[in-house]
């Protein structure tokens, strides 16, 4: 008797196991209140039962894909175009699935460490924001601190939240008003991923194959990847951040992404620009978007102490990236900063300078200034006592120079062949270059702004948005 019983639990138990099975499920990022991405095809995927047919329907639309021997199906559906109204997304194969109140708009990864996943809470002013922060057009999902050796299709997540005074306090600041501002100017929804972790490296949320495409990471990373992949879960290994937070978004489009980090990074100088083209050229793969537009913060001047000039060295890698890098644009904070916080609070800046670049490189605003003063080349005669700095037009346009004080352009520095820097005097000549003197350099060779951790100069363009500091000796 006692074996017939076992005998009729283990078929219960199967059959309950079996009728576990038939259901159908989907990655925790396709959520009701998400954003879809406007005017490309999205994939909508999952798991069901092999051999099932699995039905999606949303915006008068239909589509249908078997599930494959792996358990997952994928359909994609067609471009449309940006609706704030919100509908429904059904899903039916083993089981039926209601995803409610789907927009349609632009969707934004936003990445990096502390400084972007620094809160609305913990910002500049939050009692107004978080009071004002009736925005139901936003909405935001953040990807909680998660890690692993190898890509993992899922993630643990709180869902999409819609934008209201009860939850804003928590998204990511700079992403918010980032979005805040493009949901302003292009009047269509937004989305926000939220994929960052506070102290982290660059390299963990770099994928396999972007330390694939830099040979001068080879030897470093590239060589190792097995041996990452083998590795206990780190926070500071190479890949695990990508496996664990980027790779479970995937296929899902997104529009582009906004990237703040760095200071994790802090005195790898140029080493530094060839991980951003790994980390740039990795997400572009992975999404198989190879202009996958890519807009970063400069970093803050801050008291780091040792060597005042360590930080310039980032400094220059994150130009050098805005400059090399197609489709990439870069916000300097020289001017909304706190030398002795880490982390400054006016994040609505932040937001805003990322998104004048998208503005004016994705929506065709072509009145927007979305860039200071970018270092362009020097010229000079052999002899003279004076060495002029040319900066980069915009679309064709200068945008004038000025100081934000009104007082002379300061943080200049020139040397000579003998590489003795000297602090400068510097004259704005013609509204759009500088003249720069010392009398103790009688033939000066380059020129070097800013360079300092603690160095907040005043040059500006006429939109008020700060120079970038550059060095042309630095290399």
Same mark, same amino acid.
């Given at each position: 008797?006692?074996?017939?019983?076992?005998?009729?639990?283990?078929?219960?138990?199967?059959?309950?196991?079996? @009728?576990?099975?038939?259901?159908?499920?989907?990655?925790?990022?396709?959520?009701?209140?998400?954003?879809?991405?406007?005017?490309?095809?999205?994939?909508?995927?999952?798991?069901?039962?092999?051999?099932?047919?699995?039905?999606?329907?949303?915006?008068?639309? #239909?589509? *249908?894909?078997?599930?494959? !021997? !792996?358990?997952?199906?994928?359909?994609?559906?067609?471009?449309?175009? /940006?609706?704030?109204?919100?509908?429904?997304?059904?899903?039916?194969?083993?089981?039926?699935?209601?995803?409610? !109140?789907?927009?349609?708009?632009?969707?934004?990864?936003?990445?990096?460490?502390?400084?972007?996943?620094?809160?609305?809470? +913990?910002?500049?002013?939050?009692?107004?924001?978080? /009071?004002?922060?009736?925005?139901?057009?936003?909405?935001?999902?953040?990807?909680?601190?998660?890690?692993?050796?190898?890509?993992?299709?899922?993630?643990?997540?709180?869902?999409?939240? $819609?934008?209201?005074?009860?939850?804003?306090?928590?998204?990511?600041?700079?992403?918010?008003? @980032?979005?805040?501002?493009?949901?302003?100017?292009?009047? $269509?929804?937004?989305? &926000?991923?939220?994929?960052?972790?506070?102290?982290? +490296?660059?390299?963990?949320? *770099?994928?396999?194959?972007?330390?694939?495409?830099?040979?001068?990471?080879?030897?470093?990373?590239?060589? +190792? &990847?097995?041996?990452?992949?083998?590795?206990?879960?780190? +926070?500071?290994?190479?890949?695990?951040?990508?496996?664990?937070?980027?790779?479970?978004?995937?296929?899902?489009?997104?529009?582009?992404?906004?990237?703040?980090?760095?200071?994790?990074?802090?005195?790898?100088?140029? $080493?530094?620009?060839?991980?951003?083209?790994? &980390?740039?050229?990795?997400?572009?793969?992975?999404?198989? #978007?190879?202009?996958?537009? @890519?807009?970063?913060?400069?970093?803050?001047?801050?008291?780091?102490?040792?060597?005042?000039?360590?930080?310039?060295?980032?400094?220059?890698?994150?130009?050098?990236?805005?400059?090399?890098?197609?489709?990439?644009?870069?916000?300097?904070?020289?001017?909304?900063?706190?030398?002795?916080?880490?982390?400054?609070?006016?994040?609505?800046?932040?937001?805003?300078?990322?998104?004048?670049?998208?503005?004016?490189?994705?929506?065709?605003?072509?009145?927007?200034?979305?860039?200071?003063?970018?270092?362009?080349?020097?010229?000079?005669?052999?002899?003279?006592?004076?060495?002029?700095?040319?900066?980069?037009?915009?679309?064709?346009?200068?945008?004038?120079?000025? *100081?934000?004080?009104?007082?002379?352009?300061?943080?200049?520095?020139?040397?000579?062949?003998?590489?003795?820097?000297?602090?400068?005097?510097?004259?704005?000549?013609?509204?759009?270059?500088? #003249?720069? #003197?010392?009398?103790?350099?009688?033939?000066?060779?380059? $020129?070097?702004?800013?360079?300092?951790?603690?160095?907040?100069?005043?040059?500006?363009?006429?939109?008020?948005?700060?120079?970038?500091?550059?060095?042309?000796?630095?290399?």
């Amino acid at each position: 008797m006692t074996k017939r019983l076992l005998s009729l639990s283990c078929v219960v138990v199967f059959f309950s196991a079996v @009728f576990v099975q038939a259901e159908t499920k989907l990655p925790n990022i396709l959520g009701s209140n998400m954003v879809l991405q406007q005017g490309e095809k999205c994939p909508i995927w999952g798991w069901d039962d092999s051999d099932k047919q699995v039905t999606v329907e949303f915006a008068g639309q #239909k589509h *249908t894909a078997k599930v494959g !021997d !792996d358990g997952r199906w994928e359909v994609h559906l067609d471009p449309m175009k /940006a609706n704030a109204k919100g509908q429904t997304l059904t899903i039916r194969g083993s089981s039926k699935l209601e995803l409610k !109140d789907v927009l349609v708009g632009e969707v934004w990864l936003c990445s990096g460490q502390s400084n972007m996943e620094w809160t609305v809470s +913990r910002s500049a002013n939050p009692k107004e924001e978080i /009071a004002n922060g009736n925005h139901p057009l936003i909405r935001h999902i953040k990807v909680p601190h998660q890690l692993s050796p190898t890509p993992k299709d899922n993630m643990v997540t709180g869902g999409w939240q $819609v934008c209201s005074p009860k939850v804003v306090a928590n998204f990511t600041a700079v992403g918010y008003y @980032f979005a805040r501002k493009l949901q302003s100017d292009i009047k $269509v929804p937004i989305g &926000l991923i939220g994929s960052n972790w506070g102290g982290t +490296r660059i390299e963990p949320w *770099t994928p396999p194959v972007g330390f694939k495409s830099v040979k001068e990471l080879k030897a470093s990373h590239t060589d +190792r &990847l097995d041996a990452f992949a083998k590795a206990r879960p780190g +926070r500071g290994t190479p890949t695990h951040m990508y496996n664990a937070m980027i790779h479970p978004i995937l296929p899902f489009t997104i529009k582009g992404a906004i990237w703040y980090q760095g200071e994790s990074n802090n005195g790898e100088g140029m $080493v530094y620009y060839h991980k951003m083209r790994a &980390l740039i050229a990795g997400w572009r793969s992975v999404w198989n #978007k190879p202009n996958l537009p @890519f807009y970063f913060v400069q970093l803050a001047p801050f008291r780091y102490g040792g060597d005042p000039t360590r930080l310039a060295g980032i400094w220059h890698a994150q130009l050098t990236t805005a400059q090399k890098i197609p489709n990439t644009g870069m916000a300097v904070t020289t001017d909304i900063t706190n030398l002795r916080d880490i982390h400054p609070k006016n994040k609505q800046d932040v937001g805003k300078r990322l998104a004048l670049w998208a503005l004016a490189k994705d929506y065709g605003k072509k009145d927007v200034v979305y860039s200071g003063p970018l270092f362009e080349k020097v010229s000079y005669l052999e002899g003279k006592d004076s060495i002029t700095v040319h900066f980069k037009k915009l679309d064709g346009k200068q945008h004038g120079l000025k *100081t934000s004080d009104g007082k002379a352009p300061s943080h200049f520095e020139i040397a000579g062949k003998d590489g003795a820097w000297h602090p400068a005097e510097a004259t704005i000549v013609y509204g759009d270059h500088l #003249k720069l #003197k010392s009398a103790k350099v009688k033939s000066p060779v380059h $020129v070097r702004f800013g360079w300092n951790q603690l160095a907040e100069p005043n040059l500006v363009n006429r939109a008020g948005l700060p120079a970038s500091p550059f060095n042309t000796a630095f290399k």
